[in-house]
């Protein structure tokens, strides 16, 4: 079923048992398995079917510290959630990616990759994935891994007939909770906010928030304060810990055999690390993006110019009216190491027009991880060129720290961490079931309880952990 | 010093003259350079036999 606003879902006397806030990818996994499971499930989702400025002006904001996009482009909130503007790209987490890293303080998870591999087959046919292949090691440092471009599947548009034919999940549209009320035990109630104005109090035996990597923080934040303390008690952590995969052009490489490596449609290729390739130089991970130009005849001899002599080849490609560029180009993207002062706060001067402060990002990334981008562009470049299958040029940039740019890429719209996983409450805000510390009826879904970002993109592993967050709450909520 | 000179033949010490450019070659020799080794020049990793 679903409802327009939670009037017209209040006339249907609908009795759910459950209430998740979020249509994205985690809320809407996490809902289709509790509605499978026979157990009664609202969704509150907070804009309509389609996008909308309004709906956006609720997820304005202000960031400090590095540059980084604006809060209200890098995330939408409407019907399916940030899975209307995924590119696809999928990739589960790897093992080594939940192990601490003696390193980097506050690594590793409570659970392991052994903990999601049951629902990857789940999530293999909700993404419309093929298998992935193994990691093929390229040197003793680096694996030639894959990164799968998957249909980018639109939550609402590939479940939204199957939510509104379902007698166990109704979707409120329009409408969402500007806060939880909590005893420290319990969440005894929601405030909620439908098409505009305050819509009364709202009660369920549990409650899931699945409403993004920075919403989550933002509505525990806000609510915890109204409740003093009793929706997130153990909040040190709360807010904390936040992460993104920062993502610059890193470099150019000549290539030995354009058919060493088997590109994907966009003639890319991926490269990541060895864990004791990480260990020997103490960085964090890493996936190296190799786009290839394949480029013909005389264009491959002025793009293979263009590594050593750029004006030239600008002006050879110019008379035969192209913009070829260096044979092969390099992308970075690295795993930031969690740290407590990149956090989620509430404005103290901004608020929405529900009267929530609006969110204040602090985000910094760390000399570590400019380590990490030196040294795996330096690894990657040194198996390439001791193997023989091509030549890699670091940007200047890079090699002689300088500023990071601010024309590029900057990240990859992911948001982790902020409401992470773990078993010492002072550093983490959910247990290994999701559940937040000390509260008998809330959890929460998506990338905010990552401990650690790993290199790849998160809605695989975010899908994931959903699937098994529904098979926990189906054997909770059923007792 | 003089007496050994004295008691070498003329022959010996101008074999000895001629020889003794040779010992340069003993001298300074470079390094075995290993043609696999990774340098970096200019931001290039390359193998020091790009650069013969």
Same mark, same amino acid.
């Given at each position: ?32 398995? *509790? ?7 609202? &969704? ?9 400025? /309004? ?17 209200? %482009? ?12 995924? @590119? ?27 903990? %999601?591999?049951?629902?990857?087959? /789940? &999530? ?17 440092? $680096?694996?030639?891994?894959?990164? $799968?471009?998957?249909?980018?599947? =639109?939550? @609402?548009?590939?479940?939204?007939? /199957? ?15 500007? /806060?939880?009320?909590?005893?420290? !035990? ?7 906010? #439908? ?12 409650? $899931? ?9 933002? *509505? ?10 009793? &929706? ?27 058919? +060493? ?7 890319? @290729? ?6 004791? @390739?990480? +260990?020997?130089?103490? $960085?964090?991970?890493?996936? %190296? ?28 490609? #110019? ?15 690295? +795993? ?8 989620? +706060? ?9 009267? &929530? ?8 990334? #760390?000399?570590?991880?400019? =380590? ?16 023989? *299958?091509? =030549?890699? =040029? %670091? ?31 002072? !550093? ?52 | ?52």
């Amino acid at each position: 079923m679903i409802f327009d606003s939670y009037e017209a879902y209040k006339q249907a006397g609908f009795k759910p048992k459950a209430c998740i806030l979020g249509s994205g990818p985690a809320g809407t996994t996490i809902a289709r398995k *509790l509605g499978a499971a026979g157990i009664p499930v609202v &969704v509150l989702e907070a804009g309509s079917r389609e996008f909308s400025d /309004e709906s956006q002006d609720f997820y304005r904001g202000k960031t400090v510290g590095d540059f980084y996009f604006d809060l209200d %482009i890098t995330r939408l909130r409407f019907m399916g959630g940030s899975s209307n503007h995924w @590119a696809g790209w999928c990739r589960v987490l790897d093992k080594q990616d939940f192990e601490p890293k003696t390193w980097a303080p506050d690594t590793g998870w409570p659970i392991s990759r052994a903990d %999601i591999e049951p629902y990857l087959a /789940e &999530v293999h046919d909700i993404l419309e994935l093929p298998d992935f292949r193994p990691d093929v090691p390229v040197s003793d440092d $680096i694996r030639w891994v894959q990164l $799968i471009k998957s249909p980018a599947v =639109r939550f @609402a548009d590939k479940f939204g007939d /199957e939510l509104d034919a379902s007698k166990n999940i109704a979707v409120v549209l329009n409408t969402y909770a500007t /806060e939880l009320a909590g005893d420290g !035990k319990r969440v005894t109630g929601a405030k909620l906010w #439908s098409n505009g104005q305050d819509a009364g109090t709202f009660s369920a035996d549990y409650f $899931i928030t699945c409403t993004g990597g920075l919403e989550n923080s933002r *509505l525990l934040l806000w609510s915890n304060q109204r409740s003093n303390g009793g &929706v997130v008690p153990n909040a040190t952590a709360l807010g904390r810990y936040w992460m993104e995969h920062p993502t610059f052009e890193g470099g150019n490489a000549i290539l030995a055999n354009y058919s +060493e490596f088997e590109v994907d449609a966009s003639n890319e @290729a991926f490269f990541s690390p060895t864990l004791a @390739a990480m +260990e020997r130089l103490q $960085i964090m991970n890493f996936g %190296i993006r190799l786009i290839e130009t394949p480029y013909p005849n005389v264009k491959r001899l002025i793009a293979d110019l263009a590594c050593t002599a750029p004006s030239m080849a600008e002006w050879m490609s #110019s008379k035969l009216d192209q913009n070829l560029r260096c044979a092969a180009q390099l992308y970075v993207a690295w +795993e930031q190491a969690p740290l407590a002062s990149n956090q989620i +706060e509430l404005s103290k001067t901004d608020v929405d027009h529900a009267g &929530v402060p609006r969110i204040e990002l602090h985000w910094k990334k #760390s000399p570590l991880e400019h =380590r990490t981008l030196l040294e795996g562009l330096k690894l990657f470049g040194t198996t390439m060129a001791a193997k023989n *299958l091509g =030549r890699v =040029r %670091i940007d200047d940039w890079i090699s002689n720290g300088a500023d990071y740019p601010t024309n590029e890429e900057t990240a990859g719209h992911h948001h982790m961490g902020g409401t992470r996983m773990g078993t010492d409450v002072t !550093k983490s805000v959910v247990d290994a079931n999701c559940r937040v510390h000390g509260m008998d009826n809330l959890y929460v879904g998506g990338s905010s309880v990552f401990c650690t970002s790993g290199q790849c993109n998160p809605t695989t592993t975010i899908t994931a952990l959903a699937c098994r967050l529904g098979d926990h709450l189906s054997k909770v909520i059923a007792v | 010093m003089s007496r050994i000179i004295k008691k070498m033949s003329r022959r010996t010490l101008v074999q000895a003259l001629i020889a003794l450019p040779m010992l340069s070659f003993f001298r300074n020799q470079p390094a075995v350079v290993d043609p696999d080794e990774i340098v970096e020049v200019n931001g290039w990793i390359l193998r020091r036999s790009d650069l013969a």
